[in-house]
């Protein structure tokens, strides 16, 4: 259980994902730069772990029995920060301060700018050796907590989180579970004309992790995931979260031209729009 | 002066032979010290720690990069993890992972950078690392130790688990001189002289500490008096050391086992063309790859012999007013 931001209802996760999502494309807005597909895919995950999951408390970052949560993909970082100041480890509206100069959200995630961070990440591949890392910190310790990693798909182009993969497959380090964010997109295009990933899910299973796949954007089903995983003994879990790149905003979705892109004041007005009217719909129905 | 008077009457032991006693040490002094290996626990020494704290030692086979992004993971939970391989794979293969996972993020992670130089001899010029020092000295934080033999190698061990933050340990697989005792003193970043003399400031670590006394033996005889200093931490780097050497002096030689460029003589370099530019002289690897070979055979090829440091020597010496 959550120590403080406990919220339970699916549907108030679902407003919640709704503020990320509206924080975080003001705060690319305001930005002028950064990375907004990923970011808006990966809202619900961040608020089912931020708000119902992961064991942490925004008032003590250094307690020792936290939940460890590890952003490998940097470049999402405005998701993890709209995700932490609403859960009070700072203030909302320092969102807006977001890779600007002097300030402590920078561009890419760095561990000793903002209490809270677990990692510093940017260049791909890296925060799943340090999860596992920590991982393996805590059976050694025989500490109880779970270390989640966050990482994109396209990230796993890369080499290194194959070693880490089947470092910790051979530790069987079971309290560490991947979130994949399976959105099939990377900067060039789709993943699968990119550098092909599929089947992905036997890639994990061949390399001896329990694997879960989800659509990443319901929220019922990421919940429910995340509590099938903390189940899972004598293995790691990877969690292939299906989750649509822009979501949410109708004209950003499935585009990898939004990778890196950022909103303009025409483009926010209408996105926040449609989600005022999602987050309308959200609360008729609650 | 704080090496051994007789040069010549010594025992040779490889440096990564004092890293495995230390760690050793080390691991009866404080349990947090882990030692993670790449499946080359004999060759790194590696084995003697395992052999005693098993629990404390941490096989990751051939990942270099995993080993060190998870360095960093242990670290922050407190650990003290020690990383090993040959410096071509370590930092050499895991450099953009010793930058972002270990010093940017200040983890308080320990480099063993083993078999460095052209004395790991017939393996070749692909496990010959002469390129280690200038990347990890280039990195925010970092601090960076050359011993001199095998002793010095030991004492250093400790001295970096005992600092907070990024170390590196350089370390050869050849047998070196052991011309230290255990009363040298050593301190990270406070530099000692192993000769006195006025003519020309000889300014060596790592197994070139050997050659550089050799050599200001050599000259000495001619009539040239070298004073030479060991400055076993290229980072932080004594710099007052390197300013009294300069005065006294008037004209120095560097020595390494390493690329001149960017290296360890580029790092006194840094210091003196600022603070005392004097006539200077490296010797060191002139920007080629080495060869298979014995190690005394590559010395003599690539310049890193005393008879090159006597020539350096007399060449700078043409140039001192």
């Known amino acids: 259980m959550n120590k403080v931001n406990n919220i339970s209802g699916v549907v108030d996760l679902k407003l919640m994902a709704n503020?990320?999502?509206?924080?975080?494309?003001?705060?690319?807005?305001?930005?002028?730069?950064?990375?907004?597909?990923?970011?808006?895919?990966?809202?619900d995950i961040f608020t089912a772990l931020y708000f119902n999951i992961a064991n942490i408390d925004p008032g003590d970052v250094s307690w020792s029995g936290r939940d460890r949560i590890v952003l490998s993909n940097g470049h999402i970082c405005p998701v993890?920060?709209?995700?932490?100041?609403?859960?009070?480890?700072?203030?909302?509206?320092?969102?807006?301060t977001l890779r600007k100069f002097g300030g402590r959200l920078h561009g890419?995630?760095?561990?000793?700018?903002?209490?809270?961070?677990?990692?510093?990440?940017?260049?791909?591949?890296?925060?799943?050796?340090?999860?596992?890392?920590?991982?393996?910190?805590?059976?050694?310790?025989?500490q109880e907590h779970t270390v989640y990693c966050l990482m994109g798909d396209g990230e796993i182009n890369e080499g290194q989180p194959w070693e880490a993969f089947m470092f910790s497959a051979a530790k069987k380090l079971d309290n560490l579970i991947v979130i994949i964010d399976r959105n099939y997109i990377q900067i060039d295009g789709n993943t699968e004309e990119v550098m092909p990933l599929d089947p992905l899910d036997k890639k994990?299973?061949?390399?001896?992790f329990h694997v879960i796949e989800i659509d990443g954007n319901d929220m019922a089903a990421v919940l429910s995931a995340l509590a099938d995983a903390k189940k899972v003994t004598g293995k790691p879990v990877c969690i292939i979260a299906n989750t649509v790149p822009g979501k949410g905003v109708s004209f950003m979705e499935r585009k990898h031209e939004w990778h890196g892109k950022v909103p303009d004041a025409g483009q926010l007005e209408k996105a926040l729009e449609e989600l005022d009217e999602e987050r309308a719909g959200l609360e008729g129905s609650a | 002066m704080n090496v051994v008077d007789n040069l010549k009457d010594v025992q040779s032991l490889p440096t990564r032979d004092g890293l495995g006693r230390g760690l050793v040490k080390l691991g009866k002094e404080n349990d947090k010290v882990l030692a993670l290996c790449c499946d080359l626990a004999g060759s790194t020494r590696l084995d003697w720690f395992q052999k005693e704290y098993p629990d404390r030692f941490i096989e990751i086979g051939v990942q270099e990069q995993n080993m060190m992004s998870m360095a960093s993971g242990l670290a922050s939970e407190g650990f003290i993890p020690f990383v090993s391989s040959y410096a071509v794979f370590s930092p050499g293969r895991n450099w953009d992972q010793l930058r972002v996972s270990v010093c940017y993020s200040n983890a308080n992670v320990k480099v063993i950078a083993s078999h460095a130089g052209v004395t790991v001899g017939p393996d070749g010029a692909t496990h010959q690392a002469l390129e280690d020092i200038a990347i990890a000295r280039v990195l925010p934080r970092m601090t960076v130790i050359v011993p001199a033999d095998a002793i010095e190698a030991e004492k250093a061990t400790i001295a970096m688990a005992r600092m907070k933050g990024p170390a590196m340990i350089r370390l050869t697989r050849e047998k070196v001189p052991v011309i230290t005792t255990p009363d040298t003193p050593f301190e990270i970043g406070k530099a000692y002289t192993c000769r006195e003399g006025k003519d020309v400031a000889i300014i060596a670590n790592g197994p070139e500490l050997y050659h550089a006394l050799m050599a200001a033996e050599e000259l000495g005889k001619e009539g040239i008096s070298c004073k030479v200093v060991n400055v076993h931490t290229v980072k932080p780097i004594d710099r007052d050391a390197i300013i009294a050497a300069a005065k006294e002096c008037g004209a120095v030689v560097t020595a390494e086992e390493h690329q001149k460029m960017a290296g360890f003589g580029s790092a006194v370099a840094e210091v003196l063309v600022e603070e005392y530019p004097v006539p200077m002289k490296f010797v060191g690897v002139d920007d080629t790859f080495s060869e298979s070979g014995k190690p005394a055979e590559l010395l003599e090829k690539y310049g890193l012999s005393s008879p090159h440091i006597v020539a350096a020597v007399k060449d700078v010496l043409k140039r001192k007013s």
Not at chain 1, 26 to 41: C, D, F, M, N, Q
Not at chain 1, 122 to 127: H, M, N, S
């Open chain 1, 204 to 208: 994990f299973e061949a390399f001896n």
């Open chain 1, 108 to 142: 890419h995630p760095h561990n000793e700018a903002l209490p809270g961070l677990e990692n510093s990440s940017g260049p791909l591949g890296q925060g799943i050796s340090i999860a596992a890392g920590m991982a393996l910190a805590a059976k050694m310790k025989s």
């Open chain 1, 19 to 43: 503020t990320l999502r509206q924080d975080i494309l003001k705060a690319l807005h305001e930005a002028g730069s950064g990375h907004a597909a990923g970011a808006l895919g990966m809202a």
């Open chain 1, 80 to 96: 993890l920060y709209a995700a932490m100041a609403h859960a009070g480890y700072f203030p909302v509206k320092e969102l807006m």
